[in-house]
């Protein structure tokens, strides 16, 4: 709030107000964000801008690499998607670029924390530090812009390279824990690579105090179910395609979820919301986080995804907030930061609500005739 003139935040207050509510009040919403990939969350006029430096033929590569509202992709063509991501995103000077501006952009939906993911790259010769050096630097120059938005980073395993990378990548992590790297996270082409090869390498983050997340389910894989919940991770991402035996041990574990409806939609996972069991889990009592997960590539926000469940799933505006506030306790933090954190949901929403109160009275007041 401090970044933006008053007069002008209680126009742009009063307006959204008039025009949705709903979302004015979750966009309004202090929230935390715990499951978004940095390659996938780059908006759309950025990787036009890109595209232009590059001179490629930015029309035929944006329909490539965005998936629209009512449109559906397979995993496998999404992942080609990121292909084309990762491909304009070749420098260090442009990681620091688009770690910077996925930061703004979470921030100005007041996103009050977030652990961004990336898989560390050798760019141009320079080595995997220089990577995390970039993506730290980008995260840096948005909080000197004065965007509040607290940001971690996970380092990404990718099952689709070697164990040997894996392990390179839960050391560079390790060196990086609290210098700005959280944990780590096992993802990549669900279709590619075993689970079993990386334990021991994941075994290692944990050893060292990182966090450690698994995309769990997000294919047709029964056979690495239970494996992956017998190693007890710290948190669960996705978990669309589940056989009742391990739905019911993840219940069982309490297992912190981070849920990615919109995501999961479009990649045909679920065919419709309906059938995602968000609602189910949520009742159930299961630790769950909403989640954006791509939200440059899936056209979506962390506002939209609680506006989402608002309007298909009848959570009313109260258990939304509550939601948010609830993934503070699933963050790779220590209790005292997340005890800070808390206490900064509660600040912001004292700023809302005076803000609130002077948009009533504005709007409220009769207009002077001339």
């Not at 990182?210 to 894989?221: A, M, Y």
């Not at 503070?328 to 930061?337: C, K």
């Not at 609130?356 to 009275?361: K, L, M, R, W």
Request: with cysteine.
């Amino acid at each position: 709030f401090e970044r933006v003139p008053s007069d002008i935040l209680l126009s742009f207050l009063w307006l959204m107000a008039q025009e949705n509510g709903a979302l004015h009040f979750l966009r309004m919403e202090p929230k935390v964000e715990l499951h978004a990939h940095l390659g996938g969350s780059i908006p759309d006029w950025k990787l036009v801008e890109l595209m232009e430096r590059k001179g490629l033929n930015v029309p035929v590569l944006m329909k490539e690499t965005q998936v629209h509202a009512g449109e559906q992709r397979t995993m496998q063509e999404c992942f080609q998607l990121f292909d084309i991501v990762h491909s304009i995103t070749d420098s260090l000077e442009v990681i620091r670029e688009v770690s910077r501006q996925v930061v703004i952009d979470y921030s100005n939906e007041n996103t009050l924390y977030m652990e961004l993911r990336s898989t560390p790259r050798t760019l141009n010769g320079e080595s995997y530090d220089a990577y995390v050096d970039a993506l730290l630097k980008g995260i840096a120059d948005a909080s000197s812009e004065g965007h509040c938005c607290e940001t971690e980073l996970l380092l990404s395993v990718n099952r689709a390279l070697s164990v040997e990378a894996a392990l390179e990548t839960v050391k560079l992590a390790s060196k990086y824990l609290h210098r700005g790297v959280v944990g780590i996270e096992l993802s990549g082409n669900p279709y590619k690579g075993k689970f079993s090869d990386f334990v021991d390498a994941l075994s290692l983050a944990r050893r060292e105090g990182l966090g450690v997340s698994l995309h769990f389910g997000e294919s047709v894989n029964k056979e690495e179910l239970q494996p992956m919940l017998d190693f007890h991770p710290h948190r669960l991402g996705h978990a669309c395609f589940l056989d009742s035996a391990a739905e019911k041990r993840m219940l069982e574990l309490k297992i912190p979820l981070e849920v990615c409806i919109t995501s999961n939609l479009m990649t045909k996972s679920f065919p419709d919301l309906a059938s995602h069991p968000f609602p189910r889990w949520l009742q159930q009592g299961h630790p769950v986080a909403l989640c954006a997960d791509d939200r440059g590539i899936f056209c979506t926000s962390l506002s939209a995804e609680y506006l989402l469940v608002a309007e298909a799933y009848g959570l009313s505006l109260a258990e939304c907030s509550a939601l948010s506030r609830r993934a503070v306790e699933y963050a790779f933090l220590p209790s005292e930061r997340r005890k800070a954190l808390l206490r900064g949901f509660s600040e912001h929403k004292r700023k809302v609500v005076s803000l609130e109160t002077e948009v009533e009275t504005k709007s409220e007041k009769p207009v002077e005739d001339d």
